[in-house]
Every structure is written in structure tokens, then in C-alpha cells.
């Protein structure tokens, strides 16, 4: 798996959460903060730490917010703030921009500006984020309880046009596939039989380990 580089803008629980998430995978982590006492608390995870306003270009420009892969607007109180901080890294040609918001205007005005994904969360949702930032080809994970996750997925070209029985994903892979969708706003179906093929249109939903999970990529290369 490729080491990603995430930028994250604003550093409070949730910021904060990601930030340590995503350290335990090897992430590159450029981040911005306007208190230095959060960028001093995280240095030693941070590959890059700027004490500053978020909503100054430059200064993200100075940071290497355009050199990311992802960045995550981790600020939600300020809806100016959030504005500025995703139009500047849209602007720098950050590929997916990601805000954190509080109420549904501002999740409309977010969207339109240029956010790529929208979402009202705190700590839990942080490390699911996270996770779905290094996992590329995922387009979610939710943690259950202990060691178990359920995450879904695109299925890997070698999968396509296989059953599920010919590819005994639960003996090889340690997954049970609960279901699937046509589309990211489409209904899940659990319908699912031995002779269900594989299409690389759909998304699968199974129910994993944390290890298979993280290895995700190196398996279904």
C-alpha cells in the first residue's frame, strides 16, 4: 500500500483524532492550526506542523496543502472558516477535499463551494475517516465492536465476473460478504446466493477483521 499524504486543517478532537489515526499507518500528516500548543502535542506524528489561519492561502501554499492527497477541514464552528479553508485547497488542486460541519445549511453551502464529502461528526467518526483515507478503494468502514469492522469496498479487478462461491472469500480472505450495492446512494441488497458474480460497477459490504481491513489493498492486488 502507498503512503498517502492527508492534510489536516484545525486540530480538536476530531482533527486530533485523525491526525493519531492515521500515524498508525504510516500517513505523511501536513498540519495547520491557528493554536501552537496542538501543533506542539502532535509533533512527534506530524510531518509537517504550521501554526496559522487555515483560511490564508499562503500560508496553506507554504505548508504543502497541494502536494496532499486528501485534506480534512476538521474545523466545524466556524462556517467562514471552512469556507475559505476548502475553496483555497480546491483552488490549490488538492484532489478531494473533505469538511466537518455542524447543521444542514451548512452542509448545502460546503458542497457547493467545491467539498467533495461532507460530514457531522467527533471522535468515532474521526477514525473512520481515517481509515477510509488510507483504504482507497473503500468507500466506507464502520467499527462494530472489538476487532470487527464492517467495510465496503469496490471489488478488485480479479474479482470481476467470479461467483462468490468460486473465490471462498471467508476461507481466503477472513471476509463474509453481506451484501451490495449499484451505486453509493443505492440500496443495499442482501440477497445474495453462491452463484452471485462479481460486476465492477457494484459496491460490496462485508463483514471483516481490523487486519484483513488493513491489508485490504495488498490482498485483493
Keep these: 500500500m502507498s503512503t498517502c499524504t ?3 486543517l484545525g486540530l480538536g478532537v ?12 504510516d500517513c505523511h500528516i501536513i498540519a495547520v492550526d491557528n493554536h501552537e500548543q496542538q501543533i506542539n502535542q502532535l509533533e512527534s506524528i506530524l510531518t509537517r506542523g504550521v501554526v ?10 507554504a505548508a504543502g496543502i497541494q502536494n496532499c492527497d486528501a485534506v480534512v477541514v476538521a474545523t466545524g464552528t466556524n462556517l467562514e472558516s471552512s469556507v475559505l479553508a476548502v475553496m483555497h485547497s480546491k483552488t490549490l488542486g488538492v484532489p478531494k477535499v473533505i469538511a466537518k460541519v455542524k447543521g444542514t445549511t451548512a452542509k448545502e453551502i460546503l458542497l457547493r463551494i467545491g467539498a467533495d464529502k461532507v460530514i457531522s461528526p ?7 475517516l481515517a481509515k477510509h483515507l488510507i483504504h482507497r478503494n473503500t468507500t466506507s468502514v ?10 465496503e469496498f469496490r471489488p478488485p479487478k480479479k474479482w470481476i465476473g467470479k461467483t ?9 480472505y477472513k471476509m463474509n460478504i453481506i451484501g451490495y450495492r449499484c451505486g ?18 457494484e459496491l460490496i459490504t462485508a463483514v471483516t477483521d481490523h487486519n484483513t481491513i488493513d491489508h485490504l489493498e495488498d490482498l485483493t492486488d
Design 6 to 8: 492527508i492534510g489536516i
Design 14 to 25: 476530531f482533527g486530533t483524532t485523525i491526525a493519531k489515526t492515521l500515524h498508525k499507518y
Design 52 to 61: 496559522g489561519d487555515i483560511t490564508d492561502r499562503s500560508l496553506l501554499r
Design 122 to 128: 467527533e471522535k468515532e467518526t474521526g477514525i473512520s
Design 142 to 151: 464502520f467499527e462494530l465492536d472489538g476487532n470487527v469492522s464492517i467495510v
Design 164 to 172: 462468490l462461491a468460486e473465490l471462498q472469500l471467508r476461507q481466503n
Design 184 to 201: 453509493e446512494n443505492q440500496e443495499l441488497n442482501i440477497q445474495l446466493t453462491p452463484d452471485y458474480v462479481f460486476n465492477e460497477d
